[in-house]
Protein backbone atom coordinates (compact mmCIF):
# COMPACT_ATOMS: atom_id res chain seq x y z
CA UNK A 1 0.00 0.00 0.00
CA UNK A 2 2.72 2.39 0.92
CA UNK A 3 4.23 1.77 -2.68
CA UNK A 4 1.58 2.63 -4.34
CA UNK A 5 0.59 5.91 -2.74
CA UNK A 6 3.75 7.79 -2.24
CA UNK A 7 1.94 10.56 -0.86
CA UNK A 8 -0.13 8.92 1.96
CA UNK A 9 3.89 7.47 2.72
CA UNK A 10 5.17 11.34 2.55
CA UNK A 11 2.47 12.35 4.79
CA UNK A 12 2.97 9.34 7.43
CA UNK A 13 6.73 10.51 7.39
CA UNK A 14 5.96 14.02 8.10
CA UNK A 15 3.66 13.62 10.85
CA UNK A 16 5.93 11.15 12.58
CA UNK A 17 8.39 13.88 12.09
CA UNK A 18 6.66 16.80 13.32
CA UNK A 19 5.00 14.38 16.51
CA UNK A 20 8.24 13.62 17.61
CA UNK A 21 10.01 17.00 17.14
CA UNK A 22 6.67 18.16 18.78
CA UNK A 23 7.69 15.30 21.93
CA UNK A 24 11.16 16.63 21.79
CA UNK A 25 9.86 20.47 21.87
CA UNK A 26 7.41 19.61 24.74
CA UNK A 27 10.00 17.98 26.70
CA UNK A 28 12.35 21.14 26.28
CA UNK A 29 9.90 23.29 27.61
CA UNK A 30 9.11 21.10 30.53
CA UNK A 31 12.40 20.60 31.40
CA UNK A 32 13.89 24.55 31.23
CA UNK A 33 12.44 27.32 32.77
CA UNK A 34 13.71 29.50 30.05
CA UNK A 35 12.09 27.77 27.22
CA UNK A 36 8.54 27.49 29.49
CA UNK A 37 8.31 30.78 29.69
CA UNK A 38 8.72 31.60 26.60
CA UNK A 39 6.68 28.73 25.29
CA UNK A 40 3.88 30.03 27.53
CA UNK A 41 4.24 33.35 26.09
CA UNK A 42 3.26 32.02 22.94
CA UNK A 43 0.81 30.02 23.79
CA UNK A 44 -0.74 33.12 25.75
CA UNK A 45 -0.76 35.41 22.85
CA UNK A 46 -2.06 32.85 20.33
CA UNK A 47 -4.89 32.65 23.52
CA UNK A 48 -5.15 36.06 23.48
CA UNK A 49 -5.76 36.44 19.70
CA UNK A 50 -8.00 33.57 19.26
CA UNK A 51 -10.52 35.54 22.91
CA UNK A 52 -10.01 38.48 21.14
CA UNK A 53 -11.17 36.92 17.48
CA UNK A 54 -14.36 35.21 19.12
CA UNK A 55 -15.09 38.29 21.05
CA UNK A 56 -15.27 40.69 18.28
CA UNK A 57 -17.35 38.30 16.45
CA UNK A 58 -20.34 37.84 19.47
CA UNK A 59 -19.70 42.06 19.73
CA UNK A 60 -20.82 41.88 16.04
CA UNK A 61 -23.35 39.51 15.99
CA UNK A 62 -24.95 41.05 19.75
CA UNK A 63 -24.72 44.70 17.41
CA UNK A 64 -28.24 44.38 16.80
CA UNK A 65 -29.88 43.97 20.46
CA UNK A 66 -27.09 46.56 21.23
CA UNK A 67 -28.83 48.94 19.02
CA UNK A 68 -32.18 48.19 20.46
CA UNK A 69 -31.75 48.80 23.94
CA UNK A 70 -29.53 52.07 22.62
CA UNK A 71 -32.68 53.38 21.18
CA UNK A 72 -34.74 52.34 23.68
CA UNK A 73 -32.32 54.20 26.21
CA UNK A 74 -32.22 57.39 24.29
CA UNK A 75 -35.75 57.66 24.16
CA UNK A 76 -36.09 57.33 27.55
CA UNK A 77 -33.41 59.74 28.20
CA UNK A 78 -35.19 61.90 25.61
CA UNK A 79 -38.59 61.52 27.41
CA UNK A 80 -36.55 62.69 30.92
CA UNK A 81 -34.75 65.72 29.28
CA UNK A 82 -38.38 66.99 27.91
CA UNK A 83 -39.91 66.69 31.52
CA UNK A 84 -37.71 68.29 32.75
CA UNK A 85 -37.13 70.97 30.14
CA UNK A 86 -41.09 71.84 30.69
CA UNK A 87 -40.71 71.71 34.70
CA UNK A 88 -37.58 74.02 34.40
CA UNK A 89 -39.29 76.30 31.52
CA UNK A 90 -42.17 76.38 34.33
CA UNK A 91 -40.57 77.20 36.92
CA UNK A 92 -38.72 80.08 35.03
CA UNK A 93 -41.87 81.27 33.53
CA UNK A 94 -43.28 81.99 36.87
CA UNK A 95 -41.30 85.08 37.06
CA UNK A 96 -41.66 86.16 33.27
CA UNK A 97 -45.50 85.40 32.94
CA UNK A 98 -45.24 83.58 30.03
CA UNK A 99 -46.33 80.00 29.20
CA UNK A 100 -44.84 76.79 28.96
CA UNK A 101 -43.71 75.47 25.84
CA UNK A 102 -44.88 72.78 24.50
CA UNK A 103 -43.69 69.43 25.90
CA UNK A 104 -43.49 66.52 23.72
CA UNK A 105 -42.04 62.68 24.34
CA UNK A 106 -41.43 60.53 21.93
CA UNK A 107 -41.96 56.63 20.93
CA UNK A 108 -39.00 54.98 19.11
CA UNK A 109 -40.03 53.11 15.61
CA UNK A 110 -37.86 50.80 13.37
CA UNK A 111 -38.67 51.79 9.67
CA UNK A 112 -39.73 48.53 7.71
CA UNK A 113 -39.89 50.18 4.65
CA UNK A 114 -38.50 53.68 2.86
CA UNK A 115 -38.13 55.28 -0.49
CA UNK A 116 -35.59 58.11 -1.22
CA UNK A 117 -36.41 58.28 -5.20
CA UNK A 118 -39.21 59.33 -5.62
CA UNK A 119 -40.84 62.98 -5.81
CA UNK A 120 -43.39 61.76 -3.22
CA UNK A 121 -41.61 59.83 -0.94
CA UNK A 122 -42.75 57.62 1.98
CA UNK A 123 -41.53 55.68 4.83
CA UNK A 124 -43.50 52.76 6.80
CA UNK A 125 -42.95 52.20 10.52
CA UNK A 126 -43.35 48.72 13.08
CA UNK A 127 -45.56 50.99 15.70
CA UNK A 128 -49.24 51.77 15.16
CA UNK A 129 -52.53 52.67 16.65
CA UNK A 130 -52.11 50.32 19.59
CA UNK A 131 -48.53 52.03 20.92
CA UNK A 132 -50.30 55.57 20.97
CA UNK A 133 -49.51 56.93 17.51
CA UNK A 134 -51.87 58.91 15.50
CA UNK A 135 -52.17 61.29 12.21
CA UNK A 136 -50.29 64.51 12.06
CA UNK A 137 -47.61 63.47 14.60
CA UNK A 138 -43.62 64.21 13.49
CA UNK A 139 -41.29 61.68 13.09
CA UNK A 140 -37.84 62.55 14.01
CA UNK A 141 -34.59 60.67 13.99
CA UNK A 142 -31.07 62.29 15.91
CA UNK A 143 -29.71 63.73 13.04
CA UNK A 144 -33.19 65.45 11.28
CA UNK A 145 -36.82 65.87 10.75
CA UNK A 146 -37.81 62.22 8.65
CA UNK A 147 -41.92 62.93 8.09
CA UNK A 148 -44.77 63.17 9.35
CA UNK A 149 -47.34 60.55 10.16
CA UNK A 150 -50.33 60.64 7.05
CA UNK A 151 -52.08 57.17 8.35
CA UNK A 152 -52.11 54.66 10.92
CA UNK A 153 -53.07 50.56 11.16
CA UNK A 154 -53.45 48.67 14.03
CA UNK A 155 -49.60 48.09 14.06
CA UNK A 156 -48.02 49.75 11.06
CA UNK A 157 -48.18 53.51 10.06
CA UNK A 158 -47.20 55.49 6.89
CA UNK A 159 -45.29 58.52 7.10
CA UNK A 160 -45.01 61.16 4.67
CA UNK A 161 -41.31 61.37 4.02
CA UNK A 162 -38.94 64.74 4.48
CA UNK A 163 -38.34 63.69 1.05
CA UNK A 164 -41.86 64.95 -0.49
CA UNK A 165 -42.34 67.90 -2.83
CA UNK A 166 -45.50 69.07 -0.69
CA UNK A 167 -43.74 68.25 2.65
CA UNK A 168 -42.39 71.11 4.60
CA UNK A 169 -40.93 72.25 8.03
CA UNK A 170 -40.78 75.37 9.72
CA UNK A 171 -36.99 75.94 10.49
CA UNK A 172 -34.56 78.50 11.55
CA UNK A 173 -31.23 79.55 11.16
CA UNK A 174 -28.92 79.50 14.08
CA UNK A 175 -27.59 83.35 14.94
CA UNK A 176 -30.31 84.81 14.11
CA UNK A 177 -33.12 82.81 14.57
CA UNK A 178 -34.66 83.98 11.32
CA UNK A 179 -36.96 81.38 10.18
CA UNK A 180 -38.77 80.36 6.85
CA UNK A 181 -40.51 77.22 5.36
CA UNK A 182 -37.46 74.72 4.60
CA UNK A 183 -38.69 72.13 1.87
CA UNK A 184 -37.31 69.83 -0.69
CA UNK A 185 -37.04 70.48 -4.01
CA UNK A 186 -37.27 66.92 -5.40
CA UNK A 187 -34.06 66.79 -6.62
CA UNK A 188 -30.80 65.32 -4.70
CA UNK A 189 -31.64 63.71 -1.19
CA UNK A 190 -29.14 65.11 0.76
CA UNK A 191 -29.93 69.28 -0.25
CA UNK A 192 -33.34 71.21 0.78
CA UNK A 193 -34.11 74.64 0.72
CA UNK A 194 -34.72 77.01 3.19
CA UNK A 195 -37.04 80.20 1.56
CA UNK A 196 -38.85 82.96 3.28
CA UNK A 197 -35.92 84.76 5.26
CA UNK A 198 -36.02 88.52 4.68
CA UNK A 199 -33.01 90.06 2.38
CA UNK A 200 -31.71 92.12 5.81
CA UNK A 201 -30.88 88.95 7.59
CA UNK A 202 -27.25 88.39 8.24
CA UNK A 203 -25.76 84.56 8.04
CA UNK A 204 -22.98 83.21 6.83
CA UNK A 205 -22.25 79.51 4.60
CA UNK A 206 -21.68 76.81 7.17
CA UNK A 207 -24.28 77.92 9.75
CA UNK A 208 -26.72 75.39 11.41
CA UNK A 209 -30.29 75.22 10.34
CA UNK A 210 -32.76 74.07 13.22
CA UNK A 211 -36.51 73.86 13.35
CA UNK A 212 -38.37 76.51 14.76
CA UNK A 213 -40.50 74.92 17.70
CA UNK A 214 -43.05 77.36 15.13
CA UNK A 215 -45.37 74.21 14.72
CA UNK A 216 -47.24 71.32 16.84
CA UNK A 217 -45.10 68.79 14.87
CA UNK A 218 -41.80 69.27 15.86
CA UNK A 219 -40.28 70.26 18.92
CA UNK A 220 -37.41 73.49 18.56
CA UNK A 221 -34.07 73.08 17.91
CA UNK A 222 -33.37 69.75 16.00
CA UNK A 223 -30.36 70.31 13.80
CA UNK A 224 -31.44 69.61 10.28
CA UNK A 225 -28.37 70.55 8.05
CA UNK A 226 -25.92 73.50 7.31
CA UNK A 227 -26.28 76.47 4.91
CA UNK A 228 -24.78 75.56 1.38
CA UNK A 229 -25.53 78.73 -0.86
CA UNK A 230 -28.09 81.20 -0.84
CA UNK A 231 -29.28 83.70 -3.87
CA UNK A 232 -31.77 86.77 -2.97
CA UNK A 233 -35.00 86.27 -5.08
CA UNK A 234 -36.47 89.69 -6.23
CA UNK A 235 -34.57 91.32 -3.83
CA UNK A 236 -37.31 90.79 -0.62
CA UNK A 237 -36.02 87.53 0.41
CA UNK A 238 -32.85 84.64 0.71
CA UNK A 239 -33.26 81.33 -0.92
CA UNK A 240 -30.76 78.95 0.74
CA UNK A 241 -29.55 75.53 0.08
CA UNK A 242 -29.03 73.68 2.69
CA UNK A 243 -27.10 70.66 3.22
CA UNK A 244 -29.07 67.83 5.20
CA UNK A 245 -27.23 66.24 8.04
CA UNK A 246 -29.93 63.35 7.59
CA UNK A 247 -28.91 60.26 4.84
CA UNK A 248 -32.22 59.07 4.18
CA UNK A 249 -31.27 55.73 2.64
CA UNK A 250 -29.19 54.72 5.74
CA UNK A 251 -32.25 55.43 8.14
CA UNK A 252 -33.13 52.06 10.28
CA UNK A 253 -34.28 53.85 13.49
CA UNK A 254 -36.72 57.14 13.91
CA UNK A 255 -38.62 58.85 16.77
CA UNK A 256 -42.06 59.55 16.77
CA UNK A 257 -42.61 62.62 18.18
CA UNK A 258 -45.80 63.27 20.99
CA UNK A 259 -47.19 66.65 21.41
CA UNK A 260 -48.77 66.44 24.80
CA UNK A 261 -50.46 69.93 24.82
CA UNK A 262 -51.72 69.11 21.09
CA UNK A 263 -55.50 69.03 22.13
CA UNK A 264 -55.06 71.51 24.21
CA UNK A 265 -53.63 73.94 20.91
CA UNK A 266 -55.99 72.83 18.46
CA UNK A 267 -58.97 73.33 20.93
CA UNK A 268 -57.79 77.11 21.40
CA UNK A 269 -57.14 77.66 17.06
CA UNK A 270 -60.98 75.87 16.53
CA UNK A 271 -62.02 78.33 18.72
CA UNK A 272 -60.45 81.72 17.49
CA UNK A 273 -61.29 79.94 13.78
CA UNK A 274 -65.00 79.90 15.14
CA UNK B 1 10.01 -3.36 12.49
CA UNK B 2 13.11 -5.47 12.58
CA UNK B 3 15.89 -3.89 14.26
CA UNK B 4 19.48 -4.81 13.01
CA UNK B 5 21.18 -6.14 16.03
CA UNK B 6 24.64 -4.18 14.75
CA UNK B 7 22.87 -1.21 14.55
CA UNK B 8 21.27 -1.67 18.44
CA UNK B 9 25.58 -2.21 19.77
CA UNK B 10 26.50 0.94 17.40
CA UNK B 11 23.85 2.83 19.52
CA UNK B 12 24.92 1.84 22.85
CA UNK B 13 28.62 2.05 21.48
CA UNK B 14 28.03 5.89 20.54
CA UNK B 15 25.79 7.07 23.51
CA UNK B 16 28.81 5.66 25.69
CA UNK B 17 31.53 7.54 23.62
CA UNK B 18 29.05 10.35 23.70
CA UNK B 19 28.70 10.24 27.50
CA UNK B 20 32.60 9.90 28.13
CA UNK B 21 33.56 12.37 25.91
CA UNK B 22 30.96 15.11 27.28
CA UNK B 23 32.08 14.79 30.08
CA UNK B 24 35.83 14.51 29.97
CA UNK B 25 35.37 17.52 27.00
CA UNK B 26 34.15 20.57 29.06
CA UNK B 27 36.57 23.82 28.42
CA UNK B 28 32.93 26.19 28.93
CA UNK B 29 30.10 27.10 27.80
CA UNK B 30 31.76 28.09 24.05
CA UNK B 31 31.82 24.51 23.25
CA UNK B 32 29.66 21.22 23.25
CA UNK B 33 30.82 17.85 22.31
CA UNK B 34 28.40 15.89 19.87
CA UNK B 35 29.83 13.08 18.25
CA UNK B 36 26.51 11.08 18.31
CA UNK B 37 25.11 12.34 14.76
CA UNK B 38 28.28 9.90 12.79
CA UNK B 39 25.65 7.42 13.87
CA UNK B 40 23.13 8.73 12.10
CA UNK B 41 24.52 9.73 9.45
CA UNK B 42 26.25 6.48 8.80
CA UNK B 43 23.45 4.27 8.80
CA UNK B 44 23.17 2.14 5.99
CA UNK B 45 21.96 4.08 3.05
CA UNK B 46 18.65 1.88 2.64
CA UNK B 47 17.37 2.61 5.77
CA UNK B 48 14.05 4.37 5.42
CA UNK B 49 13.29 7.81 6.79
CA UNK B 50 10.44 6.67 8.86
CA UNK B 51 13.49 4.46 11.16
CA UNK B 52 16.19 7.25 10.67
CA UNK B 53 13.60 9.58 12.70
CA UNK B 54 12.83 7.11 15.43
CA UNK B 55 16.49 6.38 15.77
CA UNK B 56 17.65 9.99 15.82
CA UNK B 57 14.42 10.90 18.20
CA UNK B 58 15.64 8.08 20.61
CA UNK B 59 19.53 9.16 20.44
CA UNK B 60 18.33 12.24 21.20
CA UNK B 61 16.65 11.58 23.58
CA UNK B 62 18.97 9.35 25.40
CA UNK B 63 21.69 11.40 25.18
CA UNK B 64 20.01 14.35 27.14
CA UNK B 65 19.15 12.07 29.57
CA UNK B 66 22.71 10.84 30.18
CA UNK B 67 24.44 14.12 29.39
CA UNK B 68 21.94 16.07 31.73
CA UNK B 69 21.58 18.72 29.08
CA UNK B 70 17.93 20.22 28.44
CA UNK B 71 15.48 17.19 27.56
CA UNK B 72 14.73 16.98 24.46
CA UNK B 73 17.50 19.06 23.10
CA UNK B 74 19.44 17.15 21.14
CA UNK B 75 16.59 15.20 20.11
CA UNK B 76 15.32 18.00 18.37
CA UNK B 77 18.50 18.98 16.72
CA UNK B 78 19.01 15.15 15.59
CA UNK B 79 15.21 15.24 13.84
CA UNK B 80 16.22 18.12 12.42
CA UNK B 81 19.24 16.69 11.42
CA UNK B 82 17.83 13.77 9.55
CA UNK B 83 15.57 15.68 7.80
CA UNK B 84 18.55 17.50 6.31
CA UNK B 85 20.37 14.26 5.95
CA UNK B 86 18.94 12.79 2.52
CA UNK B 87 19.72 16.11 0.78
CA UNK B 88 22.59 16.43 2.10
CA UNK B 89 24.10 13.33 0.87
CA UNK B 90 22.76 13.54 -1.95
CA UNK B 91 25.15 16.77 -3.06
CA UNK B 92 28.25 14.55 -2.10
CA UNK B 93 27.13 10.71 -3.17
CA UNK B 94 28.53 9.97 -6.44
CA UNK B 95 25.85 7.52 -8.69
CA UNK B 96 25.14 4.15 -7.78
CA UNK B 97 26.06 5.32 -4.02
CA UNK B 98 22.42 5.10 -2.92
CA UNK B 99 21.46 1.37 -4.55
CA UNK B 100 24.52 -0.19 -2.85
CA UNK B 101 22.80 -0.20 0.38
CA UNK B 102 26.30 1.14 1.61
CA UNK B 103 27.29 2.53 4.90
CA UNK B 104 28.30 6.50 3.93
CA UNK B 105 31.47 6.23 5.77
CA UNK B 106 34.94 7.60 5.39
CA UNK B 107 36.41 4.67 3.27
CA UNK B 108 33.06 4.28 0.64
CA UNK B 109 33.26 8.28 0.06
CA UNK B 110 36.91 9.44 0.32
CA UNK B 111 38.35 11.88 2.46
CA UNK B 112 36.87 15.46 1.44
CA UNK B 113 33.47 14.17 0.36
CA UNK B 114 33.23 12.85 3.71
CA UNK B 115 33.99 15.76 5.34
CA UNK B 116 31.84 17.56 3.52
CA UNK B 117 28.93 15.45 4.35
CA UNK B 118 29.97 15.50 8.31
CA UNK B 119 30.42 19.54 8.29
CA UNK B 120 27.24 20.12 6.26
CA UNK B 121 25.05 17.71 8.70
CA UNK B 122 26.83 18.93 11.97
CA UNK B 123 25.97 22.67 10.81
CA UNK B 124 22.65 21.77 10.14
CA UNK B 125 22.69 20.04 13.76
CA UNK B 126 24.56 22.59 15.88
CA UNK B 127 22.64 25.47 14.43
CA UNK B 128 19.07 23.75 14.84
CA UNK B 129 20.79 22.82 18.38
CA UNK B 130 21.18 26.48 19.37
CA UNK B 131 18.14 27.23 17.87
CA UNK B 132 15.95 25.10 20.69
CA UNK B 133 18.31 26.49 23.35
CA UNK B 134 17.46 29.50 22.78
CA UNK B 135 13.99 29.46 21.33
CA UNK B 136 14.43 31.96 18.80
CA UNK B 137 16.46 34.38 16.74
CA UNK B 138 17.34 36.88 18.89
CA UNK B 139 20.32 35.44 20.61
CA UNK B 140 21.48 33.70 17.41
CA UNK B 141 24.34 36.00 16.40
CA UNK B 142 25.87 35.55 19.69
CA UNK B 143 25.39 31.88 19.63
CA UNK B 144 27.25 32.02 16.58
CA UNK B 145 30.93 31.93 17.59
CA UNK B 146 29.87 29.02 20.05
CA UNK B 147 27.76 26.77 16.99
CA UNK B 148 31.56 27.38 15.16
CA UNK B 149 33.80 26.09 17.63
CA UNK B 150 31.94 23.48 18.05
CA UNK B 151 31.26 22.57 14.44
CA UNK B 152 34.74 23.07 13.85
CA UNK B 153 35.97 20.55 17.10
CA UNK B 154 33.13 17.84 16.33
CA UNK B 155 34.02 17.43 12.88
CA UNK B 156 37.44 16.62 13.99
CA UNK B 157 36.10 14.06 16.61
CA UNK B 158 33.96 12.75 14.17
CA UNK B 159 36.74 12.31 11.43
CA UNK B 160 38.86 10.96 14.44
CA UNK B 161 36.33 8.46 15.55
CA UNK B 162 35.81 7.57 11.73
CA UNK B 163 39.42 6.74 10.96
CA UNK B 164 40.20 4.84 14.29
CA UNK B 165 37.03 2.59 14.56
CA UNK B 166 35.75 2.69 11.25
CA UNK B 167 37.91 3.00 8.45
CA UNK B 168 40.05 -0.13 8.57
CA UNK B 169 37.28 -2.40 10.36
CA UNK B 170 34.16 -3.06 7.93
CA UNK B 171 31.14 -3.46 9.99
Known amino acids: ?274 | MRIKSGNLLLFAAFLITQVILSSLIDIGPLLFISVYPLFLLTLPTNTTFNKMLLWAFFMGIVVDYFTNSILGLNSSAALTLVLFQSKIFKLVCRKGDLENQIRPGLRELGFVRFTTYIALSLAVHHISLSLVESFGLTSFIYNLPRVAVSLFANTILILVIEFGFFYKNRL
Open chain 1, 1 to 274: MWDKLPILRALATLTLFILLQGVSLFFVSQDSLFQRVKVAGVFMHIKSGIAEFTSDIKYYTGLKSINETLAAENIKLKNELERLNSIYSKVDSSYTMTPPSPSFSYIPAKIIANSTNKLHNYLIIDKGKKDGISRDMGVVSPNGVVGVISSVAENYSYVISFLNINQSVSAKIAPSQAFGPLVWEGRRPDYATLTEVPYHINFMIGDTVYTSGFSTLFPPDIPLGTVRKSTVIKGSHHQIQVKLFQDFSTLHFVNVVVNNNKPEIDQIKRQNEN
